[in-house]
């Protein structure tokens, strides 16, 4: 991603900060009413591109003679944009290549004076519509759109809400999932016609297939779809069901979903999770049954977990995309941890802490307020580890902090009163202080704005006897960290006496802690509740040291590669396959290939699931490395032949092509 850059008169502006109390009426934003875009487009799905003409009737809030445009494309943007006029009058184009934008101005006509209607048309043709997952997709910036506007300028990074009215044509023997409502169809021989039209979506999206199955369902007055492929009917037709609920239980408890209807897409072939493709649309990867006797529970999540996004970011409340998405994603998390606990489901599924402290062993930068353009520049997983881990992690100890009702009074006002607009960090944290009455620079500053981590530990107990009746506990805690937290220190008794006593936990080096109890001292435990993410618990964690050396390999940490050796030295040798294939991976990336090509083989013939396929593959590669092409093409073919991982019969190809370079 690039950095939000506001764009006004010069485009030079300076960014103004706003502090915004409850029920103050954020900033303008297009005028009273959304920009509405009319759009007649012809797609032809073989050939991946859509061309068309496009109408836009908006006002903007200041004077100005410049406009930008976001644009995916591949080639000349001059080519692809054409008859340009505003307000009936030609304009000139000039590309817009700005921290990885692209898209162009328009300029060279009557500068627009503050609060005027105005229009602009143009026609243009899309040559970068990806074809994935077994369907044409065009989702997002496929369109030119103008960006988020507001008193401050021209966002760049940032979509606003819109109105759209759109015609598309496209062959007959093709389905087509939308953002819109379809309001008429007609077909003409072997073209069908379709008129749609929705109210503030940021993005209109398009998939097409001439396979895609579909059925519908309706939660309270919401349509939802579901579109599959025809060896997937069980789970087209479980996920509809899950959606509805989720639906319901959203409307039920948030008072409206931000949303007309839905539409849920087909995804790969291994059950990764989902994500919103669109605004009203998103993808569940396919192959669920691969989860076992875990596939409802994780499917009911994942449900509820994309559908949840759709209150953030994707059509109702938007945030500054200066930096990461962490916002949008903690707040949709927080509305599936809700669902999650209506459903009564197993949180197990919510392994975000984990994340975040798989990056911690890393020792990634996890800063959650980090220029995105500085984001750009890193080589590891930020997405899982700062967007999802630690961003939903610190957002649960803010609710601790301030307490959970509180916490859920800033939620629903946001939701409430930031349709459509941005808002800041700054922002979020004066909501917060106003509702609990407490200063909170301290958090703000050690959980969204420094790199740092807590790792609390007991060095030392030792009691004093007082009289015949009482005991004094006396507690020696570290702090191996450098961030603090509130901590919960927990005494219990051989009486089965147990007393809570919370420190603020403000010390960097060592504190002692003296509590008096009645009887003799059982045990002392800090964090009883496991609230807090200290570094020592996670490295004796299995799952978070899978995710750890995941994360090593992804990002080539060579120098942490040793390390994470050692901590899978930790888990017993015949623990899976999954932990076998990572110790087997690592051993090659360190140049240990005798002893990868055993631990591989082991895990490869045992034939049974996507880690034996993945070992199988990673023993081509080592083969490769070692110049034995001749096993190596064995193991490719192998692959092929029995493989049932479409992903990886992919690169085997590839490799039985052109040798595997480490």
Same mark, same amino acid.
């Given at each position: 991603?690039?950095?939000?850059?506001?764009?006004?008169?010069?485009?030079?502006?300076?960014?103004?900060?706003?502090?915004?109390?409850?029920?103050?009426?954020?900033?303008?934003?297009?005028?009273?009413?959304?920009?509405?875009?009319?759009?007649?487009?012809?797609?032809?799905?073989?050939?991946?591109?859509?061309?068309?003409?496009?109408?836009? $009737?908006?006002?903007?809030?200041?004077?100005?003679?410049? &406009?930008?445009?976001?644009?995916?494309?591949?080639?000349?943007?001059?080519?692809?944009?054409?008859?340009?006029?505003?307000?009936?009058? /030609?304009?000139?184009?000039?590309?817009?290549?700005?921290?990885?934008?692209?898209?162009?101005?328009?300029?060279?006509?009557?500068?627009?004076?503050?609060?005027?209607?105005?229009?602009?048309?143009?026609?243009?043709?899309?040559?970068?519509?990806?074809?994935?997952?077994?369907?044409?997709?065009?989702?997002?910036?496929?369109?030119?759109?103008?960006?988020?506007?507001?008193?401050?300028?021209?966002?760049?990074?940032?979509?606003?809400? $819109?109105?759209?009215?759109?015609?598309?044509?496209? /062959?007959?023997?093709?389905?087509?999932?939308?953002?819109?409502?379809?309001?008429?169809?007609?077909?003409?021989?072997?073209?069908?016609?379709?008129?749609?039209?929705?109210?503030?979506?940021?993005?209109?999206?398009?998939?097409?297939?001439?396979?895609?199955?579909?059925?519908?369902?309706?939660?309270?007055?919401?349509?939802?779809?579901?579109?599959?492929?025809?060896?997937?009917?069980?789970?087209?037709?479980?996920?509809?069901?899950?959606?509805?609920?989720?639906?319901?239980?959203?409307?039920?408890?948030?008072?409206?979903?931000?949303?007309?209807?839905?539409?849920?897409? /087909?995804?790969?072939?291994?059950?990764?999770?989902?994500?919103?493709?669109?605004?009203?649309?998103?993808?569940?990867?396919?192959?669920?049954?691969?989860?076992?006797?875990?596939?409802?529970?994780?499917?009911?999540?994942?449900?509820?977990?994309?559908?949840?996004?759709?209150?953030?970011?994707?059509?109702?409340?938007?945030?500054?995309?200066?930096?990461?998405?962490?916002?949008?994603?903690?707040?949709?998390?927080?509305?599936?941890?809700?669902?999650?606990?209506?459903?009564?489901?197993?949180?197990?599924?919510?392994?975000?802490?984990?994340?975040?402290?798989?990056?911690?062993?890393?020792?990634?930068?996890?800063?959650?307020?980090?220029?995105?353009?500085?984001?750009?520049?890193?080589?590891?997983?930020?997405?899982?580890?700062?967007?999802?881990?630690?961003?939903?992690?610190?957002?649960?100890?803010?609710?601790?902090?301030?307490?959970?009702?509180?916490?859920?009074?800033?939620?629903?006002?946001?939701?409430?009163?930031?349709?459509?607009?941005?808002?800041?960090?700054?922002?979020?944290?004066?909501?917060?202080?106003?509702?609990?009455?407490?200063?909170?620079?301290?958090?703000?500053?050690?959980?969204?704005?420094?790199?740092?981590?807590?790792?609390?530990?007991?060095?030392?107990? %030792?009691?004093? &006897?007082?009289?015949?009746?009482?005991?004094?506990?006396?507690?020696?805690?570290?702090?191996?960290?450098?961030?603090?937290?509130?901590?919960?220190?927990?005494?219990?008794?051989?009486?089965?006496?147990?007393?809570?006593?919370?420190?603020?936990?403000?010390?960097?080096?060592?504190?002692?802690?003296?509590?008096?109890?009645?009887? %003799?001292?059982?045990?002392?435990?800090?964090?009883?509740?496991?609230?807090?993410?200290?570094?020592?618990?996670?490295?004796?964690?299995?799952?978070?040291?899978?995710?750890?050396?995941?994360?090593?390999?992804?990002?080539?940490?060579?120098?942490?590669?040793?390390?994470?050796?050692?901590?899978?030295?930790?888990?017993?040798?015949?623990?899976?396959?999954?932990?076998?294939?990572?110790?087997?991976?690592?051993?090659?990336?360190?140049?240990?290939?005798? %002893?990868?090509?055993?631990?591989?083989?082991?895990?490869?013939?045992?034939?049974?699931?996507?880690?034996?396929?993945?070992?199988?593959?990673?023993?081509?590669?080592?083969?490769?490395?070692?110049?034995?092409?001749?096993?190596?093409?064995?193991?490719?073919? $192998?692959?092929?032949?029995?493989?049932?991982?479409?992903?990886?019969?992919?690169?085997?190809?590839?490799?039985?092509?052109?040798?595997?370079?480490?």
């Amino acid at each position: 991603m690039a950095m939000n850059t506001i764009l006004m008169k010069a485009f030079s502006s300076k960014i103004k900060r706003y502090v915004f109390f409850f029920f103050l009426i954020p900033a303008f934003c297009y005028g009273n009413s959304s920009p509405l875009y009319l759009i007649k487009v012809q797609i032809d799905p073989v050939k991946s591109y859509v061309e068309g003409k496009e109408i836009i $009737k908006f006002e903007i809030p200041f004077s100005t003679d410049s &406009i930008p445009f976001i644009f995916s494309h591949k080639g000349n943007v001059n080519g692809l944009i054409r008859n340009i006029k505003v307000n009936h009058k /030609p304009a000139n184009l000039t590309s817009l290549s700005q921290n990885g934008v692209s898209g162009f101005y328009l300029t060279g006509f009557d500068k627009f004076i503050k609060g005027e209607k105005q229009e602009v048309s143009f026609e243009f043709k899309s040559d970068s519509i990806p074809y994935s997952d077994g369907y044409f997709a065009a989702v997002q910036e496929w369109m030119p759109c103008m960006p988020f506007i507001d008193n401050e300028g021209f966002h760049i990074m940032q979509a606003g809400l $819109k109105d759209f009215d759109l015609t598309m044509s496209f /062959p007959s023997s093709y389905t087509a999932a939308t953002t819109g409502i379809i309001t008429s169809k007609k077909q003409y021989g072997k073209e069908l016609t379709l008129n749609s039209s929705i109210k503030q979506v940021t993005y209109y999206g398009i998939c097409l297939s001439d396979k895609f199955k579909v059925d519908e369902v309706q939660a309270d007055g919401l349509k939802i779809y579901s579109y599959y492929f025809k060896d997937d009917p069980l789970w087209g037709n479980k996920l509809l069901g899950m959606a509805k609920n989720a639906v319901n239980f959203y409307k039920n408890h948030f008072g409206f979903y931000p949303a007309d209807q839905l539409s849920i897409l /087909p995804g790969g072939s291994h059950p990764n999770g989902g994500f919103p493709i669109s605004s009203n649309m998103y993808v569940i990867h396919r192959g669920l049954d691969e989860r076992g006797k875990g596939a409802d529970n994780f499917a009911q999540w994942i449900t509820a977990h994309e559908i949840g996004h759709f209150y953030w970011g994707f059509g109702n409340v938007l945030f500054d995309q200066s930096y990461s998405i962490w916002f949008q994603i903690s707040m949709g998390i927080y509305a599936d941890w809700l669902f999650s606990e209506y459903a009564h489901l197993d949180k197990s599924v919510y392994d975000f802490d984990k994340r975040y402290m798989a990056g911690v062993i890393n020792n990634f930068n996890t800063t959650i307020m980090q220029p995105v353009n500085d984001l750009a520049k890193i080589n590891f997983d930020y997405n899982n580890v700062i967007d999802h881990g630690k961003s939903f992690t610190v957002l649960m100890m803010l609710k601790d902090v301030i307490g959970t009702k509180k916490f859920e009074k800033v939620y629903l006002s946001i939701l409430n009163n930031y349709k459509g607009k941005l808002i800041s960090i700054d922002e979020f944290q004066t909501m917060c202080e106003k509702q609990s009455g407490l200063n909170l620079d301290w958090f703000f500053k050690e959980w969204y704005k420094s790199n740092g981590y807590i790792d609390y530990n007991i060095s030392h107990v %030792s009691t004093k &006897i007082l009289d015949s009746l009482n005991t004094q506990v006396v507690c020696c805690i570290e702090n191996r960290g450098n961030n603090y937290m509130p901590l919960d220190i927990q005494v219990e008794t051989q009486n089965g006496q147990r007393i809570l006593k919370t420190i603020d936990g403000n010390f960097h080096d060592s504190t002692t802690i003296n509590i008096n109890v009645k009887g %003799s001292l059982q045990n002392v435990q800090i964090d009883p509740q496991h609230k807090l993410p200290m570094l020592s618990r996670y490295r004796l964690d299995t799952t978070t040291i899978y995710q750890a050396v995941g994360y090593a390999l992804d990002a080539k940490n060579y120098p942490q590669y040793f390390t994470m050796l050692n901590l899978l030295k930790s888990i017993p040798a015949t623990h899976n396959n999954y932990s076998r294939f990572l110790y087997g991976q690592l051993l090659f990336e360190t140049g240990q290939y005798n %002893s990868a090509i055993q631990i591989l083989s082991e895990v490869a013939d045992t034939g049974s699931g996507y880690n034996a396929e993945k070992s199988l593959l990673e023993l081509g590669n080592i083969y490769d490395a070692t110049n034995d092409r001749k096993k190596a093409i064995v193991v490719y073919k $192998k692959e092929i032949a029995d493989g049932k991982s479409q992903y990886l019969i992919k690169l085997s190809k590839k490799y039985l092509e052109s040798p595997y370079a480490n």
